[in-house]
């Protein structure tokens, strides 16, 4: 589906740079972020908050020019003593007003955000770690229909691990998670994610291990409009579900050297869809270098699969060059380049095939603890063989915030 060629010449400019990179001169870097100072009262640390962002859109072949203000207030928590339990929460509320947004329902719209995650009995033999997430979104999300789309999303789970002491050899995780996404006027994409996993880990050596992932995931549609499209025969009178009924991977990652890391897996993964079933080989493999305690370089490369609303499911290989760095206690930048090649597949057919290309840069000034001016452009470029889908959107982000 790719031509290899292309991942071989990707490869010698990211080892390039790397190497360029290696022998420049960077100044040295704190590791850790300003933090807020916060309000305190009964062990809990409190941070409110607000922001204010200004964003702007540009679709080539929607001859669409839009943006839009954010105006908002913010609100976290987490425990002042961390050391045998973790709890942390986040509110967000905030107010997006477009313009230029042409057959758009409204001009303005509410998003709302609420999360939780706790980590329970940290240096016990067994710990116990629950989150929940709970989104409402009004928003022109959809590029093709420039239309507002209301919809809910739901976010669930609980882990359980298993690990004899701190930093112990051997560990186990189970965990069950829960999502879900309802448009209250397109029910033929609202749909729920079950996924059950298993997670395996040895440690080994200084700052190495080796992992055995399996996971179990269901998808199940809710209306018809969708049913006819994908999930319609699947056996067990489950007409609306698509399934991964297995996903087994072996991973390792560890130093190579003492600012070189490395991440492998690989993996296998078998599914059923609409009039068959795909099973296929997967992998990763990520490799890092730090160049002081806050500057880091990484290439990754990604070859999997998963269930998409344009067929059955979709191939992916893809590759991606980042850099993250925090100069001077006060600035943070960071980029990421990407290409990924996507195959969608119904009922066994190859219907469509995409090329993106993305670019992200993002710069961040951190006036005193808590008080932020932030910067982003992203770029992406999907080259279709279905020309309705081919775009170019470029998209610029100010954002100032501002937490105590």
Same mark, same amino acid.
């Given at each position: ?7 071989? @010449?990707?490869? +010698? ?33 409190? @941070? ?16 669409? /020019? ?9 609100? *976290?928590?987490?425990?002042? #003593?961390? &050391? &045998? ?45 629950? *989150? ?18 209301? /919809? ?8 359980? &691990? ?12 189970? *965990?069950? /998670? ?6 209250? #006027? ?20 200084? @700052? ?10 269901? *998808? ?42 490395? &991440? ?19 992998? /990763? ?11 880091? +370089? ?10 998409? +609303? ?53 710069? #961040? ?40």
């Amino acid at each position: 589906m790719i031509n290899p060629k292309i991942f071989l @010449h990707i490869g +010698l400019c990211s080892l390039g740079l790397l190497t360029t990179l290696c022998t420049s001169q960077f100044a040295d870097a704190k590791p850790k972020l300003p933090e807020a100072k916060g309000l305190e009262a009964g062990g809990v640390v409190m @941070h409110p908050g607000a922001k204010v962002a200004l964003a702007y859109d540009n679709v080539s072949n929607q001859n669409v /020019n839009d943006g839009r203000v954010d105006v908002g207030m913010t609100f *976290s928590s987490h425990l002042e #003593d961390e &050391t &045998t339990k973790k709890w942390d929460s986040n509110v967000s509320l905030l107010w997006q007003q477009y313009w230029g947004l042409g057959d758009a329902k409204a001009n303005g719209s509410l998003n709302a955000v609420l999360s939780t995650s706790a980590d329970l009995f940290k240096q016990s033999l067994f710990r116990i770690s629950p *989150s929940f997430t709970y989104q409402y979104t009004v928003n022109p999300e959809d590029d093709y229909l420039r239309q507002e789309i209301e /919809n809910h999303t739901i976010r669930a789970g609980v882990g359980a &691990t298993i690990q004899p002491g701190e930093g112990a050899i051997f560990s186990q995780k189970f *965990s069950y /998670n829960l999502s879900g996404k309802i448009y209250p #006027d397109h029910n033929d994409i609202s749909n729920f994610v079950h996924r059950i996993e298993s997670v395996t880990r040895w440690n080994f050596l200084p @700052h190495s291990s080796m992992a055995l992932t399996v996971n179990f995931t269901v *998808s199940h549609f809710l209306e018809d409009e969708r049913n006819s499209m994908i999930g319609k025969e699947i056996v067990n009178s489950s007409e609306n579900a698509t399934g991964l009924p297995v996903r087994l991977k072996y991973s390792l990652q560890g130093l190579i050297f003492a600012r070189m890391t490395y &991440t492998l897996g690989l993996g296998y993964a078998y599914a059923y869809y609409t009039k068959g079933k795909e099973h296929m080989f997967i992998m /990763n493999a990520k490799l890092g270098y730090s160049f002081r305690e806050n500057i880091d +370089l990484a290439v990754e490369f990604r070859k999997d699969f998963d269930t998409a +609303l344009y067929g059955d499911y979709y191939k992916l290989n893809r590759v991606a060059l980042t850099f993250d760095a925090f100069w001077f206690n006060h600035l943070r930048t960071k980029a990421d380049v990407g290409f990924g090649a996507f195959g969608f597949v119904e009922s066994g057919t190859m219907i469509r095939i995409d090329y993106l290309t993305t670019i992200k840069a993002a710069l #961040d000034y951190y006036f005193l603890p808590g008080l932020r001016l932030g910067v982003t452009y992203q770029f992406g470029y999907n080259f279709s063989d279905i020309s309705s889908a081919q775009y170019a959107k470029h998209t610029a982000l100010l954002n100032f915030s501002y937490e105590y």
